[in-house]
């Protein structure tokens, strides 16, 4: 079934857990998809486990709206949301309008994510107004690293957390249809989540949200850069595809591979005549 920013809604009023993962090319997207996920978020995530950045701060526009076009492609069921990179929607209501819709009219998204509470609730409604879908995200928000002094856990004192329930509302009211909350206290997103009429996706906040999202590459064992607490390895593929790609350096080299069954033939009367 195809899945839309209405059945997200729907999930929550009916208890139904939803999931979703990062992709950003065509091929694993089309995996994914066909696994049956929920939502499929083209992350500027992509900063670290694709460019090999130490945050996300460096992503462009241009490079969210060229990997959400691949993602597109491969998923067909899949709600497609795009993260807007730092600096695409701080600015000017204008410009978080304008790049939005540049996610949706060139990259093919069904909806945007911006990180962020009352600071950018004003561009949030914009966006909404102008007929974008909006998922909020807020917590641990990897644009705000600086400000955190790293990847810290958020909402741990009771201002804090306070804070956090009043973004959520605020969100909600300014027309999210959703909110990521990431590197939250368990009870603190379970409050969130109890607060809000939408759905919660949870990154590292406990088994209360609405549902849960991962970096794929995390979950498959394929980054081992760093491995978040909240991070479930759910297969070491990273390791399987070292073997694999070992064993096929070792058989070129050995004159194992190709075999005549990956071969091509030319017809010896035609192969004569080069002679």
């Not at 760093?226 to 096929?248: D, R, T």
């Amino acid at each position: 079934m195809k899945n839309t920013v209405l059945t997200f809604k729907q999930a929550k009023s009916e208890g139904k857990k939803l999931s979703m993962l990062t992709a950003y090319d065509y091929s694993m997207a089309k995996i994914i998809d066909e696994s049956n996920v929920n939502g499929i978020l083209i992350g500027d995530s992509l900063g670290m486990v694709v460019k090999g950045e130490e945050d996300t701060l460096s992503v462009t526009m241009e490079e969210i709206i060229y990997h959400t076009k691949a993602v597109k492609r491969g998923a067909k069921n899949s709600l497609i949301v795009s993260d807007m990179p730092f600096l695409s929607y701080h600015v000017s209501i204008e410009q978080a309008v304008s790049n939005a819709g540049r996610l949706v009219k060139e990259g093919g998204a069904s909806a945007v994510k911006l990180e962020g509470g009352v600071n950018i609730a004003a561009q949030v409604k914009a966006i909404v107004d102008a007929q974008i879908p909006v998922m909020g995200h807020i917590g641990l928000t990897p644009q705000s690293v600086n400000t955190f002094g790293g990847f810290k856990v958020q909402g741990k004192s009771k201002s804090a957390a306070k804070k956090l329930i009043e973004d959520a509302v605020l969100l909600e009211k300014a027309g999210v249809f959703s909110i990521v909350l990431e590197g939250i206290p368990e009870k603190v997103a379970e409050l969130i989540t109890s607060s809000v009429s939408i759905p919660t996706i949870g990154i590292g906040a406990g088994k209360y949200c609405d549902g849960q999202i991962l970096v794929y590459q995390d979950m498959l064992g394929m980054f081992s850069d760093f491995i978040p607490k909240f991070v479930k390895q759910y297969a070491n593929l990273g390791m399987i595809m070292k073997e694999a790609i070992g064993s096929y350096v070792k058989e070129v080299q050995e004159g194992a591979f190709p075999e005549e069954k990956h071969t091509f033939k030319i017809d010896e009367s035609e192969l004569q005549k080069l002679y």
